[in-house]
T-cell receptor, first 114, second 111 residues
Framework: KAGVTQTPRYLIKTRGQQVTLSCSPI?????VSWYQQTPGQGLQFLFE???????NKGNFPGRFSGRQFSNSRSEMNVSTLELGDSALYLC?????????????FGPGTRLLVL | QKEVEQNSGPLSVPEGAIASLNCTYS??????FFWYRQYSGKSPELIMS????GDKEDGRFTAQLNKASQYVSLLIRDSQPSDSATYLC???????????FGKGTRLSVIA
């Protein structure tokens, strides 16, 4: 079974630009979560989508948004990029809802904002 | 504010020794606990999940959970240089709540 895929893998943008990242979950997985990872802050939860609906949201500004499509693929968008948005953005998918849900991570998109 | 705490390390152990990684969490109603391994420049990889008090073994890895004391640990037996990585502890409260991650413990296994 193919794992979680993320595109692009690397991205360089300048301040003020916007960016869209894509995530394709493992086949059959309906939940997709997004995280930002930086050396100082560790893994921070951005949001989670389940069946095209945002189910949970982390403590990030409104510049960060996402959506999920009917095939469970998800995109996240960051508008008006800031230098501090440079990070590894990770997508994770999981199959079922409930307390025993297990997340599997994609390879990540490394974003550098200049 | 739900928190998951881990010693950042580095934790250095000689090859063949047992590495012990610890994690404490603040939310008493947490139900699901996970250990992920992350190599430098790579994404986290799931090693173990544990839901009930006690030990759970999988190969060289043993996860230990003590809900009364609010800690979960990971033991790695016969540590190998290839085990050198950052180990992330993650905790889920219940139902559909998001995972909360610790900042990770960096493990270095010395040959």
């Amino acid at each position: 079974k193919a794992g979680v895929t993320q595109t692009p893998r690397y991205l360089i943008k300048t301040r003020g630009q916007q960016v869209t990242l894509s995530c394709s979950p493992i086949s059959g997985h309906r939940s997709v979560s997004w995280y930002q990872q930086t050396p100082g802050q560790g893994l921070q939860f951005l949001f989670e989508y389940f069946s095209e609906t945002q189910r949970n949201k982390g403590n990030f500004p409104g510049r960060f948004s996402g959506r999920q499509f009917s095939n469970s693929r998800s995109e996240m968008n960051v508008s008006t990029l800031e230098l501090g948005d440079s990070a590894l953005y990770l997508c994770a998918s999981s199959r079922t809802s409930g307390s025993r849900e297990t997340q599997y991570f994609g390879p990540g998109t490394r974003l550098l904002v200049l | 504010q739900k928190e998951v705490e881990q010693n950042s390390g580095p934790l250095s152990v000689p090859e063949g020794a047992i590495a012990s990684l610890n994690c404490t969490y603040s939310d008493r109603v947490s139900q699901s606990f996970f250990w992920y391994r992350q190599y430098s420049g790579k994404s986290p990889e799931l090693i173990m999940s544990i839901y009930s008090n006690g030990d759970k073994e999988d190969g060289r890895f043993t996860a230990q959970l003590n809900k009364a004391s609010q800690y979960v640990s990971l033991l790695i037996r016969d540590s190998q240089p290839s085990d050198s990585a950052t180990y992330l502890c993650a905790v889920r409260n219940s139902g559909n709540t998001p995972l909360v991650f610790g900042k990770g413990t960096r493990l270095s296994v010395i040959a």
